[in-house]
Every structure is written in structure tokens, then in C-alpha cells.
């Protein structure tokens, strides 16, 4: 089974901030890779799938970026309704596999 | 809009089953797969397996097999995931969530989650 791993697995930023989190697969997934936020309480939100592809009505602050074993999200600019948790998810093989989550806390 | 929403929160008693529904709307039940996502508390996301509206197909997660069962409802465009034998480390929130397509005769299991449903929480306790 492919491993994700993610880093980091929490840190802090303040609004304003561009960040990035680094998503890495155990072997070569191509760009079949989503990016979700979750928010407390909540079910995780598509953000990213295709490794850089936007989902409708996310906005353009957000970027994904990779292939093959090395994948990033990018948040250029950092609102108060993004602090939350990120996972991202391979869906080249089975079984799907997601990372362990990065947590995005306010500085 | 697409949309899939959840049975309401259970406790259980350990050796107990639970069965969550998963209904649709917005969209053609039996175009899509429907998969099964669980988080423990405080925890990361884990797959669980999928079935396939249309045909009845089903594949389950090594870790699942032989204690959960996928069965659908085509007339009302409702997913249904049961557990049994359930153990106090199942207590989880259960999600169903779409992946994958058919078109033209083929289909595609697999791909990006969307959109989820709202999860049920399952405690099993004695």
C-alpha cells in the first residue's frame, strides 16, 4: 500500500502569510492527488484534485503543485477562514490513502 | 445541488452492528461510486471501501472485510454502510463520500472525494 506523509504536521502563521505543506507518497502516484480542508466539526472539502487542479468555487489563493513522489499546497495569502486542517490523498492505487494531516493554527 | 446526507449519531454496545444511510440527490445515484471514509477522534482519515450504485459491486478495505457489508437503494438514491462485531475502537464519525464515475460502459472506481456527506458519529460503548 502507498504511504502519504505530510509536513509539517502542525505550525503556526499569522493572516497574511503565504504557506506551504509538503505532501510526499511512498512510491510514484503520477498526479493523482487531492488536497481537502477540514474545519472542526466538519467534513473534509475538496480543494484540489489532479495534484494543481482547482475545484470550483475554491479560490485562487490556493495552489497545488507536484508529480511522481513530491506534491505542496500553497495558500499565497492567508485568510482568517483558513486556518483549519489539510490532508492530501492518493487515489493512484488501491486502497486510497490519505496523509496523517497538517493543522494550520493562528500565530 | 449535489449533495449526500447522513443517518443521525448511534451508540452501540461492543459485539453490536450499526447500519448508516447515505442518501443523494442532485445527481444520477447510480453514475458514481459511493465510498466509506471513517475518523477516529482526534485522528487522520481511513478508507473503508466502496460499492457501485449501479451494479451492486463492492470493494472493501483489507482491515473491514468480513465485518462490513455496502448495500445500496436505488429507488430512493440511498448508500448504506453497516458494521458488525463492532469494538470501543470504532468509535468514529463514518462518511460517505463520491469517487469515481461510469460512462459509455466503463467505469472508474477511484478518484478525488467529492462531495461528502455530513458524517455520523458512532460511539460504541458499554
Known amino acids: 500500500a502507498i504511504r502519504m506523509t505530510q509536513s509539517p504536521s502542525s505550525f503556526s502563521a499569522s493572516t497574511g502569510d503565504r504557506v506551504t505543506i509538503t505532501c510526499r507518497a511512498s512510491q510514484g502516484i503520477s498526479s493523482y492527488l487531492a488536497w481537502y480542508q477540514q474545519k472542526p466539526g466538519k467534513a473534509p472539502k475538496l480543494l484540489i484534485y489532479a495534484a494543481s487542479t482547482l475545484q470550483s468555487g475554491v479560490p485562487s489563493r490556493f495552489s497545488g503543485s507536484g508529480s511522481g513522489t513530491d506534491f505542496t499546497l500553497t495558500i499565497s495569502c492567508l485568510q482568517s477562514e483558513d486556518f483549519a486542517t489539510y490532508y492530501c490523498q492518493q487515489y493512484y492505487s488501491y486502497p486510497p490513502a490519505f496523509g496523517q494531516g497538517t493543522k494550520l493554527e493562528i500565530k | 445541488q449535489v449533495q449526500l446526507v447522513q443517518s443521525g449519531a448511534e451508540v452501540k454496545k461492543p459485539g453490536a452492528s450499526v447500519k448508516v444511510s447515505c442518501k443523494a440527490s442532485?445527481?444520477?445515484?447510480?453514475?458514481?461510486?459511493m465510498h466509506w471514509v471513517r475518523q477516529a477522534p482526534g485522528q487522520g482519515l481511513e478508507w473503508m471501501g466502496w460499492i457501485n450504485p449501479n451494479s451492486g459491486g463492492t470493494n472493501y478495505a483489507q482491515k473491514f472485510q468480513g465485518r462490513v457489508t455496502m448495500t445500496r437503494d436505488t429507488s430512493i438514491s440511498t448508500a448504506y454502510m453497516e458494521l458488525s462485531r463492532l469494538r470501543s475502537d470504532d468509535t468514529a464519525v463514518y462518511y460517505c463520500?463520491?469517487?469515481?464515475?461510469?460512462?459509455?460502459?466503463?467505469?472508474?472506481?477511484?478518484?478525488?472525494?467529492?462531495?461528502w456527506g455530513q458524517g455520523t458519529l458512532v460511539t460504541v460503548s458499554s
Open positions: 463520500a463520491r469517487a469515481g464515475y461510469c460512462s459509455g460502459g466503463s467505469c472508474y472506481s477511484s478518484g478525488w472525494f467529492d462531495p
Open positions: 442532485g445527481y444520477t445515484f447510480t453514475g458514481y461510486y
